[in-house]
């Protein structure tokens, strides 16, 4: 049974950075693709930051560009989420998710409903 985990959430100042750090296992490495979603309390799950398969085709969120960086080391079958100049609204709970192809071949990275695989969440806040 695939499983992902979480890490490296906490509490940090505005402007302040945090590393995001997502383990998998259960899964080939290399075969999926990785999001990392947040969510609000009442709100609905949002997209953040997706990553190819071999790690060269990365997506972000408008909100998150130029101040977030996602990778992946695909022999560790791990992935991160660099963080840098947070802001009060990027406090959260947030995923990690693991996608493989569909039938279609195609992957959907900002669509969460395509990423079967899901972690346990790691909260993030602002706040000075």
């Known amino acids: 049974q695939p499983k992902l985990v979480e890490s490296g959430g906490g509490v940090v100042q505005p402007g302040g950075s945090l590393r995001l750090s997502c383990s998998v296992s259960g899964l080939i490495t290399g075969w999926y693709a990785m999001g990392w979603f947040r969510q609000v309390p009442g709100r609905e799950r949002e997209f953040v930051a997706a990553?190819?398969?071999?790690?060269?085709?990365?997506y972000y969120t408008d909100s998150v560009k130029g101040r977030f960086t996602i990778s992946r080391d695909v022999a560790k079958n791990t992935g991160d989420l660099q963080m840098n100049n947070l802001k009060p609204e990027d406090a959260a709970t947030y995923y990690c998710?693991?996608?493989?192809?569909?039938?279609?071949?195609?992957?959907?990275?900002?669509?969460?409903?395509?990423?079967?695989?899901w972690g346990r969440g790691t909260q993030v806040t602002v706040s000075s």
């Open positions: 998710a693991a996608q493989e192809p569909g039938n279609d071949g195609l992957l959907y990275f900002s669509v969460a409903e395509r990423y079967a695989y």
């Open positions: 990553i190819g398969r071999g790690g060269d085709i990365k």
